[in-house]
């Protein structure tokens, strides 16, 4: 079965608050910060995204194989938090992938 590695960074930024990771639109887990999870998923194709509040992150489609384990990062989008926060909160988070087989 694969797996899924989340670790968000530890950042000053929403440190005290814990974030949503949602797989396909359904929330999968909470995620605090500073905090490293391994979650078993599905293989195929699959949505990944990140949110609080009315803030998210950009979308990751991951194409998921048997033998994959796919390896995300979360940090704090790019940029001054409160201009993100005001003006692009769909770019408030930031999930990067960075694949290990």
């Given at each position: 079965m694969p797996k899924l590695s989340i670790q968000?960074?530890?950042?000053?930024?929403?440190?005290?608050?814990k974030?949503?990771?949602?797989?396909?639109?359904?929330?999968?887990c909470n995620i605090k910060?500073?905090?490293?999870?391994?979650?078993?998923?599905?293989s195929g194709k699959q949505?990944?995204?990140?949110?609080?509040?009315?803030?998210?992150?950009?979308r990751l489609e991951?194409?998921?194989e048997a033998t994959s384990h796919p390896k995300i990062i979360l940090s704090s989008g790019d940029g001054p938090?409160?201009?993100?926060?005001?003006f692009k909160t769909n770019e408030y988070l930031?999930?990067?992938l960075n694949d290990v087989k």
């Open positions: 968000r960074t530890s950042e000053f930024e929403n440190r005290a608050r974030i949503k990771i949602e797989l396909d639109g359904a929330l999968v910060n500073g905090e490293h999870i391994t979650l078993d998923i599905s949505l990944i995204q990140a949110k609080i509040d009315w803030c998210t992150s950009n991951l194409d998921v938090g409160l201009f993100r926060f005001l930031k999930l990067t």
